[in-house]
């Protein structure tokens, strides 16, 4: 069996045995479970962002996905870029990311997609210049959370517009629980979540990791 890139952190806990990687074991450490299903993860992750943690995200992504043949790496702003940097420089390709913008007068050189925030709850337009996508791109889509998946579905929206090829999304944290994940693998498509948190409780600060194959 394939053997995770993560360093493996295994321990007993009221008579069960748990593993957790790298990023897991720092989830555990570092986050914070906050009341309507968020999880905070910004003294690391997208505030404060720990660069050894990021690189070896970047490193991880490339060992799931480099049998893949991938152009260019794609976000969307913010917290998504600076993974997604880190990423694509694994690959050795340029990284483009959706911008949000308000305006309503967007001219045709922008590919264009609605994505509702899970965090702000509201919608913003997403575009991406159509100088920056083309048919021939074979595209590796990263974000920070998957949540309901509206921002997956948003570029993968924008991939699509552009006849852009999808090779996989990777994800750094799926909160498993929310529909997102489920969604965007009955579309059909590769998706790698390096941690996927199958519960947390806000009063207790607890969070449950799903297991994953190599750990
Ligand atoms: P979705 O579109 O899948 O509902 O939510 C994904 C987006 O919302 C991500 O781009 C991320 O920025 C944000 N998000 C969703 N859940 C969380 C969370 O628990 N914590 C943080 N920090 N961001 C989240």
Redesign the pocket.
């Known amino acids: 069996m394939e053997t995770a890139g993560f360093d493996i952190v295994s321990y007993y806990k009221e008579g069960e045995y748990i593993q957790m990687n790298f990023l897991e074991e720092r989830i555990v450490k570092d986050g914070i479970v ?1 009341s309507g ?6 003294s690391f ?2 505030h404060q962002m720990d660069i050894a943690l990021m690189e070896e995200i970047g490193r991880e992504f490339k060992r799931r996905f480099g049998h893949k043949t991938v152009t260019k790496v794609m976000t ?1 702003e913010a ?2 870029i600076g993974i997604a940097a880190f990423v694509a420089k694994e690959f050795g390709v340029p990284m483009v990311f959706a911008k949000k913008s308000k305006s309503i007068n967007i001219d045709g050189d922008m590919y264009v997609a609605e ?5 702000h709850k509201n919608k913003n337009q997403v575009i991406v210049s159509k100088k920056f996508l083309h048919p021939e791109d074979h595209l590796l889509i990263i ?12 570029l993968i929206s924008i991939a699509e517009s552009a006849g852009s090829t999808i090779e996989g999304l990777g994800i750094v ?1 799926e ?1 498993g629980f ?1 529909i ?1 994940g489920r969604v965007i693998r009955n579309l059909g498509y590769h998706l790698e979540s390096l941690a996927i948190v199958d519960a947390m409780d806000a009063k207790t600060g607890t969070i449950t990791f799903r297991a994953q194959e190599g750990q």
């Open positions: 906050k299903n968020v999880l905070k993860v910004d992750l997208n969307i917290s998504g994505v509702e925030s899970f965090t974000d920070d959370f998957l949540a309901n998946g509206c921002a997956l579905q948003g944290i909160k929310q997102g």
